[in-house]
């Protein structure tokens, strides 16, 4: 075929590339392009505002539990930044879904991918911890009347706070999970 000018990621009708990374790769790709990647990070700079604001404004009035405080602004900060973050590799990911050299592009994503990975691992071991600071002083009589009463006082706003972050963690993701496994499913249907 002459005069028949192909891109370097073209392959013509018939031709079999035989690439099973770049498959998967690009399969990766297009799942990070998806409208829902918009919510979660939506989910993650509102929710992660919330517990920095608060974790700044209180954090060091909960002698019962000290860690609550650095808790909540560890854990905002991280997730504002695990949103950024993922606004960026969903950008890239765009780009590179619309691009005919994808290769530069698909590494760049590919890096962001590994830090959001250990991004969320770090996060999820905080999110740990923060549940067992949080929950641990309500198991010793957490107490927001009596500021006097060191051994037992928590900011009330800050100590709810905490509290309803945690509880809309466990609620959220297990609902974006089950919304990425439908839609998986739907589309494999179809």
């Keep these: ?3 028949a000018q ?16 770049t498959k998967f790769a690009d ?11 918009i919510v979660m990070i939506v989910l993650d700079l509102v929710i992660g505002s919330v517990e920095l604001g608060e974790g700044i404004k209180n954090g060091n009035q909960c002698p019962i539990q000290p860690m609550i405080g650095t808790f909540l602004i560890v ?8 949103g950024l973050i993922l606004m960026l590799a969903v950008g890239v990911a765009h780009y590179v879904y619309r691009q005919s050299e994808r290769t ?16 969320n691992l770090f996060f999820f071991a905080w ?5 067992i600071w949080v929950f641990g002083a309500s198991a010793n009589g957490v107490q927001s009347s009596n500021p006097t009463n060191s051994a037992t006082y928590c900011q009330s706003d800050m100590y709810r706070a905490a509290i309803v972050l945690i509880i809309a963690r466990y609620i959220v993701v297990p609902i974006i999970i089950i919304i990425v496994i439908v839609v998986r499913c739907c589309k494999k249907t179809k």
Excluded: Q, W
């Design 6 to 21: 192909y891109r370097k990621n073209d392959i013509p009708s018939g031709v079999s590339s035989g690439d099973n990374k």
């Design 1 to 3: 075929m002459e005069g």
């Design 127 to 131: 999110f740990i911890a923060g549940n």
């Design 75 to 82: 854990h905002g900060a991280v997730s504002i930044f695990s």
């Design 27 to 37: 399969s990766i790709i297009k799942f990070y392009c998806a409208k829902l990647h």
């Design 104 to 119: 530069i592009a698909r590494s760049i994503f590919f890096i962001l991918l590994i830090v959001i990975t250990i991004i």
